[in-house]
Nanobody
Framework: QVQLVESGGGLVQAGGSLRVSCAVS?????????VGWFRQAPGKEREFVAA????????EYTDSVKGRFTISRDNAEKRVYLQMNSLEPEDTAIYYC?????????????????WGQGTQVTVSS
């Protein structure tokens, strides 16, 4: 059974940093074509944040986080990380870890087979 468990969320002031982590279990980690993060703010639709292909050499970010967020994966530890710097109140959301078994559009939520339960990130002004 595949499980994605997020951790590392919390409350931070604007301009601060947080790193959220996702532990992936249930399949050989390298089988995942891509892993990534989506987020959902109150009253808004779930949106793509960042993703990384299995090789770790190709990443994609939504425009609003480029230059501030960095995604990485550790295949040995079966973990995905999202380092978030220069956080803004607009980054406040529940952050969901995702994993896909197929090659497809990284920003398309329909491409992902598995989702975590989410971790809350709150940025105060």
């Amino acid at each position: 059974q595949v499980q994605l468990v997020e951790s590392g969320g919390g409350l931070v002031q604007a301009g601060g940093s947080l790193r959220v982590s996702c532990a992936v279990s249930g399949r050989t980690f390298s089988w995942y074509a891509a892993v990534g993060w989506f987020r959902q703010a109150p009253g808004k639709e779930r949106e793509f944040v960042a993703a990384i292909r299995w090789s770790g050499t190709y990443t994609e970010y939504t425009d609003s986080v480029k230059g501030r967020f960095t995604i990485s994966r550790d295949n040995a530890e079966k973990r995905v990380y999202l380092q978030m710097n220069s956080l803004e109140p607009e980054d406040t959301a529940i952050y969901y870890c995702v994993a896909s078994l197929r090659v497809g559009a990284l920003s398309d939520k329909e491409n992902y087979n598995y989702w975590g339960q989410g971790t809350q990130v709150t940025v105060s002004s």
